[in-house]
């Protein structure tokens, strides 16, 4: 189904546009009609399945075609990590490209500004507050902050937060909130206690099951084990002998995407750069330079990641291991389109490898990891179990508070 087929506004679909996204995946397809209709929904649905949108998507134009509170939270999302609140902070801000919301996201950090600008974006009424249940409730918990005009409540990822022991933060901010209202909740699994939540929480819920998609056999998919500053010495050993061709690199955050396009230009190689600060001119630009070749390696965000529709992409590398499966899958399958092959190479950072290793879970397959060059120094073993505490520690971090940013 395309987006174009969905009862969305205008508003929507341009920042769609935008972003060049045609095709909606079967969860977005399946439930945004059920959304846009004011039901509640639980949904099951594994990462991989574009679920992120499936919610933001309708939220947006329930906020932009119904009335609604001003300097009020009118939606809170709520997500187990502060990666994945990051996650779905990001993603806002490239859908709502063209409308007029503010947001605020409110996760964990030893950052006294951080706290700051989330204290004022929930005391000010932010239009959505995308949010730790920890963190939220810390703040909540200090300060008055009225809940009362709350119309839309989305849980991602249900099933980790109850692992993560947050049922009954969860159940604090639920008795805050106004029983009028409309409840999504994403959970990648439905054993007993997410019906049992999902029975205390949701009010004669849709269902929406999604099947696990996973990338094509014809991308080979590879990896290399490093540390960090051995990844740009890596991009530049791929490509000593021979010129690389319609290369797309990812990374997680545009900042870095910045950093990475600077640092290949001074290495000499033909780059470009696709991230949400590139207004509507500028990206179309750079991807006419990226299809006529004149420009060889794309860096990019996972926010155009599923925005960029060319069929000869040679090569994907992932600079840096991917927040989730969701994301691996949609950067890789930028390659390996209308039947070609494609290859993607993965850096992997001794703190990025027990993300990685979840990722090959996921896959259910362990992904070759091709040994480091002699000349680039020595890598690190791959010992994923050994970082599984660095990344499961959730700290630092920053706020941001968008007060109605104009319409573009």
């Excluded at 991602?156 to 109850?162: G, I, S």
């Excluded at 010495?233 to 690199?249: D, Q, R, Y």
Aim: charged fraction near 25%; hydrophobic fraction near 40%.
């Amino acid at each position: 189904m395309r987006f174009e087929e969905l009862p969305l506004c205008e508003s929507v679909l341009e920042g769609l546009r935008a972003m060049n996204f045609q095709e909606a995946t079967p969860v977005q397809a399946e439930t945004i009609p059920v959304i846009l209709a004011k039901r509640d929904v639980i949904a099951c649905a594994q990462t991989g399945t574009g679920k992120t949108a499936a919610f933001i998507l309708p939220l947006l134009h329930n906020l932009q075609s119904e009335p609604h509170a001003e300097h009020a939270v009118n939606a809170i999302i709520m997500a187990p990590t502060r990666e994945l609140a990051q996650q779905i902070d990001q993603q806002m801000e490239g859908f709502s490209y063209f409308s007029p919301f503010s947001s605020v996201a409110v996760y964990g950090g030893n950052d006294a500004q951080a706290w700051d600008v989330q204290r004022r974006g929930l005391q000010k009424g932010a239009d959505v507050v995308i949010a730790t249940p920890g963190r939220l409730l810390s703040h909540i918990n200090l300060y008055e902050i009225d809940f009362s005009q709350v119309k839309y409540f989305i849980l991602d990822e249900a099933d980790r937060m109850l692992d993560m022991g947050f049922f009954e933060d969860i159940m604090q901010v639920v008795n805050r909130l106004p029983k009028d209202r409309q409840t999504i909740m994403f959970s990648a699994t439905m054993p007993p206690k997410i019906r049992q939540l999902a029975k205390t929480i949701l009010n004669n819920p849709a269902e929406v099951k999604i099947a696990i998609s996973r990338p094509p056999e014809s991308i080979m998919q590879t990896a290399y084990i490093c540390h960090e500053f051995q990844k740009p010495n890596i991009v530049k050993h791929l490509f000593s002998s021979e010129e690389p061709n319609k290369v797309i690199l990812f990374s997680g955050s545009k900042q870095k995407v910045k950093e990475i396009t600077k640092t290949l230009r001074h290495m000499g190689l033909k780059v470009d750069e696709m991230h949400s600060d590139l207004d509507q001119s500028q990206r179309e630009k750079v991807m006419h330079e990226f299809k006529n070749s004149r420009v060889n390696i794309l860096v990019a965000t996972d926010i155009v990641s599923r925005g960029i529709d060319i069929d000869d992409i040679s090569l994907v590398i992932n600079y840096d291991v991917p927040h989730d499966a969701e994301d691996y899958v949609h950067r890789i399958g930028r390659t390996a389109r209308a039947s070609a092959k494609g290859m993607s190479i993965t850096f992997v950072s001794e703190e990025e490898q027990y993300k990685f290793k979840q990722i090959e879970q996921f896959l259910e397959k362990d992904i070759y990891k091709i040994p480091m060059p002699e000349e680039l120094g020595e890598a690190p073993a791959y010992e994923p179990e050994k970082h599984k505490h660095g990344h499961k520690k959730f700290a630092g971090g920053k706020g941001k508070f968008q007060r109605n940013r104009p319409k573009k």
